[in-house]
Nanobody
């Protein structure tokens, strides 16, 4: 079973930036897709973005397009989520997860990290 570990969460002010990281235990960088989801307090988990290890192809939720950027370092087995211009509504626990193909549906992801808290508040 692949293990994922997120880091980088914290408390920031509106408009600030934050960089999240997710390290996978998979030696073969499999499954190919690494996704990020977030779950605001009292709400459902929602898709944020996804990237593939092989090609670096990305997919973003409309709400974050242009502000969030995914990248990966295959040698470090790490995916990064750069989040800019954060809004208080984006306060949530952010999770990374793996899937065999691109999907915005949480149930399609087979392994999950423990999550990292992001709080946006003045």
């Amino acid at each position: 079973q692949v293990q994922l570990v997120e880091s980088g969460g914290g408390l920031v002010r509106p408009g600030d930036s934050l960089l999240l990281s997710c390290v996978t235990s998979s030696r073969t960088l499999s499954p190919n897709v690494m996704g990020w989801f977030r779950q605001p307090p009292g709400k459902e988990r929602e898709f944020v973005a996804a990237i593939t290890w092989i090609s670096g192809r990305t997919d973003y939720a409309d709400s974050v397009k242009g502000r969030f950027t995914l990248s990966r370092d295959n040698a470090k087995k790490t995916v990064y989520l750069q989040m800019n211009n954060l809004d208080p509504e984006e306060t949530a626990v952010y999770y990374c997860a793996t899937a065999t193909q691109f999907s915005r549906i949480a149930d399609d992801y087979t392994a999950w990290g423990q999550g990292t808290q992001v709080t946006v508040s003045s």
